[in-house]
């Protein structure tokens, strides 16, 4: 069986690759609006950001028969939504943006909201609705940039992945706590 070819000869590959090479990792081959992907990671950036504020301030607030096992369960989320931050600026660098990490303005770039909530159920149902916003928000990022940014969207993926995780587990909460229907 021949092998199948490069769409492009080695020889044009090189040349390209010395052209604007302060580019970093965006070459000419990259297909996104570099300018948009940029704006929608650091709104992601920003959910992140306020998710974990909200998880925190439920770990450190949680009371209750049943909160030392929630708490728990908040702080990993929180943990895990850092890690989704730091993720999303890495990326932003590597297509070279900048991370808008400033506090300034930081709720209105979020998708999500932050809402305290009053009892142990309330924060569950908060996280729950930030999740939800969280996961149809990467869903129309990954649809929107299709083909045209492959790393991307393998990340954005990953964390929705996770953001389903921590849907699932929400709602696991919720069952255990008795105060949700049948799904």
Same mark, same amino acid.
């Not at 990326?91 to 303005?105: A, D, K």
């Given at each position: 069986?021949?092998?199948?070819?490069?769409?492009?000869?080695?020889?044009?590959?090189?040349?390209?690759?010395?052209?604007?090479?302060?580019?970093?990792?965006?070459?000419?081959?990259?297909?996104?609006?570099?300018?948009?992907?940029?704006?929608?990671?650091n #709104?992601? @950036?920003?959910? +992140?950001? $306020?998710?974990?504020?909200? /998880? !925190?301030?439920?770990?450190?607030?949680?009371?209750?028969?049943?909160?030392?096992?929630?708490?728990?369960?908040f702080?990993?989320?929180?943990?895990?939504?850092?890690?989704?931050?730091?993720?999303?600026?890495?990326?932003?660098?590597?297509?070279?943006g900048?991370?808008?990490?400033?506090?300034?303005?930081?709720?209105?770039?979020?998708?999500?909201?932050?809402?305290?909530?009053?009892?142990?159920?309330?924060?569950?149902? #908060?996280? @729950?609705?930030? +999740?939800? $916003?969280?996961?149809d928000? /990467? !869903?129309?990022?990954?649809?929107?940039?299709?083909h045209?940014?492959?790393?991307?969207?393998?990340?954005?993926?990953?964390?929705?992945?996770?953001?389903?995780?921590?849907?699932?587990?929400?709602?696991?909460?919720?069952?255990?706590l008795?105060?949700?229907?049948?799904?």
């Amino acid at each position: 069986m021949p092998e199948k070819p490069f769409l492009t000869d080695i020889k044009t590959l090189r040349q390209r690759a010395r052209q604007h090479i302060e580019k970093g990792a965006v070459t000419p081959g990259y297909q996104a609006d570099l300018a948009t992907v940029v704006r929608i990671l650091n #709104e992601a @950036l920003a959910t +992140e950001i $306020v998710c974990v504020l909200r /998880y !925190r301030r439920h770990y450190f607030m949680a009371s209750g028969i049943n909160a030392q096992s929630v708490a728990q369960e908040f702080l990993e989320h929180s943990n895990e939504e850092q890690a989704h931050a730091d993720q999303i600026a890495q990326r932003i660098v590597q297509l070279g943006g900048e991370p808008n990490l400033s506090p300034e303005g930081l709720l209105t770039r979020s998708h999500a909201e932050y809402v305290e909530g009053d009892s142990l159920i309330d924060m569950i149902k #908060e996280d @729950l609705v930030a +999740e939800r $916003v969280a996961i149809d928000s /990467y !869903r129309e990022m990954i649809a929107y940039l299709g083909h045209d940014d492959p790393t991307t969207v393998r990340m954005l993926e990953g964390i929705l992945a996770m953001e389903e995780t921590h849907a699932e587990d929400l709602v696991s909460l919720l069952e255990k706590l008795g105060t949700s229907g049948p799904r």
